[in-house]
């Protein structure tokens, strides 16, 4: 850091997108260890081969993994958002984590196929097998640190959308005009963000972490919305509303591809669709397919968010 002019304060720097890795400087430190482990396996007798394969080795975590790669992490995490952002959040700890999963393959690649063959049969194996899996895990683990906050951020910001752009009469509107519009306006704003942000997913990480992002991130925003639609009365119009912005949610969540997550939001529909049933029909759809095993208080939830629950006296259609 003293070397680059940067001063990392208490506030929350994220130095423009710039992600501190390069491949270009990868391949280069990746091409001079190649050569040097070729020299030590030319020059070096049989007894200070290994020895000397290992102090190669040091060099290039010192140099390419710590320095260059796990550096690059640790500026990345301190430059996730917080948890609760003001503002739509900017997390280019994603583009962090694909390209530091790119180089450290490439060392992973080295290791195997130029080191190993010169240390395969001295003690100096079992050292240096043990050196990488160390490297590997701190990594994973910072990694796993930052997709954690990362997710965070972007869930906190959906909350953060819903508590300001969705208003109490959203769902109780008084005619039928509002039917042409299809969904509330926060709803849109919150399907753009996160179709933004699963884009962003699916370009930067590969295999298991994409998977287990979407995972994490999807059960999060299902959580987030769940507790929203909560906290109104719908009307019979403010329920076709609800069940339209659900419809959304759940058409954008299909993208993340995740069979978990897509069953929660089919959930969630289906219990939007207990806010406009009619009363007689309540028992028989809350027992049907989609909601079956679901507990009767999440049910009972919902119920009690029409506006009839009282005056068509739905208190007791569950007993």
């Not at 007798?45 to 790669?69: M, P, R």
């Not at 700890?93 to 196929?113: P, Y």
């Not at 019979?236 to 949610?249: K, P, R, T």
């Not at 069953?263 to 028989?284: S, T, Y």
Request: hydrophobic fraction near 40%; glycine fraction near 6%; proline fraction near 3%.
């Amino acid at each position: 850091m003293t070397k680059t002019g940067i001063n990392i304060g208490p506030t929350i720097e994220n130095y423009g997108g710039e992600t501190f890795l390069s491949q270009e400087v990868t391949i280069s430190i990746l091409q001079e260890s190649k050569n040097a482990f070729k020299r030590c396996h030319v020059l070096c007798t049989h007894s200070d081969l290994a020895g000397n394969a290992e102090k190669i080795l040091c060099v290039l975590i010192q140099y390419l993994v710590l320095e260059h790669i796990d550096y690059a992490v640790e500026l990345g995490l301190q430059a996730i958002p917080l948890p609760d952002p003001k503002s739509q959040p900017e997390i280019y700890f994603f583009d962090v984590v694909g390209q530091a999963n790119t180089l450290f393959h490439l060392f992973e690649k080295q290791f195997q196929d130029s080191l190993i063959p010169l240390v395969l049969s001295s003690p100096k194996h079992s050292l240096c097998l043990q050196k990488r899996r160390q490297l590997r895990e701190q990594l994973e683990g910072k990694i796993d640190t930052g997709l954690d906050r990362a997710v965070a951020a972007v869930a906190g910001w959906v909350r953060n959308i819903l508590s300001a752009e969705q208003k109490k009469t959203d769902f109780k509107p008084e005619d039928d005009s509002v039917l042409g519009q299809m969904n509330t306006p926060a709803c849109a704003k919150v399907v753009k963000f996160i179709s933004s942000i699963a884009q962003t997913i699916h370009s930067y990480l590969d295999g298991k972490n994409v998977e287990v992002v979407l995972t994490d991130l999807g059960t999060r925003l299902h959580r987030v919305i769940f507790d929203h639609l909560q906290q109104f009365q719908y009307n019979s119009l403010g329920a076709m509303l609800v069940i339209c912005d659900v419809n959304e949610y759940r058409r954008s969540i299909k993208d993340f591809k995740i069979p978990l997550v897509l069953e929660l939001f089919e959930k969630l529909h289906a219990l939007c669709n207990l806010l406009v049933v009619v009363p007689d029909n309540l028992k028989q759809v809350c027992s049907g397919e989609q909601l079956v095993g679901l507990d009767k208080s999440v049910l009972m939830g919902f119920i009690q968010l029409r506006y009839d629950f009282r005056t068509a006296k739905l208190a007791n259609v569950l007993k």
